[in-house]
């Protein structure tokens, strides 16, 4: 059983910084995708940052500059530093990963369950 377990979310206030974590249950035979998306009330979930299958990394413009991606792959985590923290980021952020566990396995997708950040003096 995959599972995706984020942590580090909170409330700041704007111009602070949190450092979200990814930790996933199993290490995973090879990676299509994996990153963080958030979902703010009433809107759609969007991609923030994500680790592509060549190791390159893709940010929203919103974000480009203030985050930063980056990943431990001997502890099998996905971390997302968030400087410069603005209400507009408050969100509920989902760990993402599209993988697959075994050799024989096809693609799937996983999401976490997610974590709150709420930017608000």
């Known amino acids: 059983q995959v599972q995706l377990v984020e942590s580090g979310g909170g409330l700041v206030q704007p111009g602070g910084s949190l450092r979200l974590s990814c930790a996933a249950s199993?290490?995973?035979?090879?990676?299509?995708?994996m990153g963080w998306y958030r979902q703010a009330p009433g809107n759609q979930r969007e991609l923030v940052a994500v680790f592509t299958s060549g190791g390159s990394t893709n940010y929203a413009d919103s974000v480009k500059g203030r985050f930063t991606i980056s990943r431990d792959n001997a502890n099998n985590t996905v971390y997302l530093q968030m400087n410069s923290l603005k209400p507009e980021d408050t969100a509920v952020y989902y760990c993402?990963?599209?993988?697959?566990?075994?050799?024989?396995?096809?693609?799937?997708?996983?999401w976490g369950q997610g974590t709150q950040v709420t930017v608000s003096s």
């Open positions: 993402n990963a599209n993988v697959r566990t075994g050799p024989m396995s096809i693609w799937r997708t996983y």
């Open positions: 199993i290490t995973f035979f090879s990676i299509n995708a």
